[in-house]
């Protein structure tokens, strides 16, 4: 991780990272104090009530600008290690979260040009040995779509029968 919070902020920085508690497996800290409606950290910063992925990036890494937002490369919003998050915009944001099935599920989403079925087809495929490369153009998607689906990144909802 590059930089180190600036000093005056140290004592912010280890409030902070006192609410947190690490996940061993993916790295996340987990926000383990309070948190919006919406699944996102709480931080009492500074007299207001933050998100704290905003205050943990800007501590650890500089201000975001006021029309970005701090995302999550994790997919996880308890997440608030500085090392997952990222600026972006809210469109990105969106964007990212259909993307990764957590807005909308496989076929109500426009962009997704695959059927159940195919998705199936392409975990049995994958499972047999075929490659993602070889997958990617037998179904006219790209192989970084074909790691997701195999992965369960994207359709997780979906298991065989
Ligand atoms: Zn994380």
Redesign the pocket.
């Known amino acids: 991780m590059g930089g180190r919070p600036h000093p005056t902020d140290r004592s912010d920085w280890d409030r902070l990272r006192a609410k947190v508690a690490l996940?061993v497996m993916?790295?996340?800290?987990i926000w383990t104090a309070s948190f919006y409606p919406d699944g996102y950290a709480n931080f009492w910063f500074r007299g207001h009530g933050r998100r704290a992925s905003r205050i943990a990036y800007e501590l650890w890494k500089g201000s975001v600008p006021k029309d970005k937002e701090v995302l999550?490369?994790?997919d996880?919003p308890k997440?608030v290690?500085p090392s997952?998050l990222h600026i972006g915009t809210r469109a990105e944001n969106q964007h990212e979260m259909v993307i990764r099935g957590r807005s909308n599920r496989g076929v109500d989403v426009n962009t997704n040009k695959l059927s159940e079925k195919e998705v199936l087809q392409i975990r049995k495929l994958s499972k047999c040995g075929e490659s993602n490369g070889a997958l990617a153009k037998k179904f006219s998607v790209t192989s970084t779509n074909i790691g997701f689906i195999v992965r369960g990144v994207t359709w997780k909802h979906l298991t065989e029968v």
């Open positions: 996940d993916t790295g996340c800290w999550h490369n994790c996880n997440c290690n997952h």
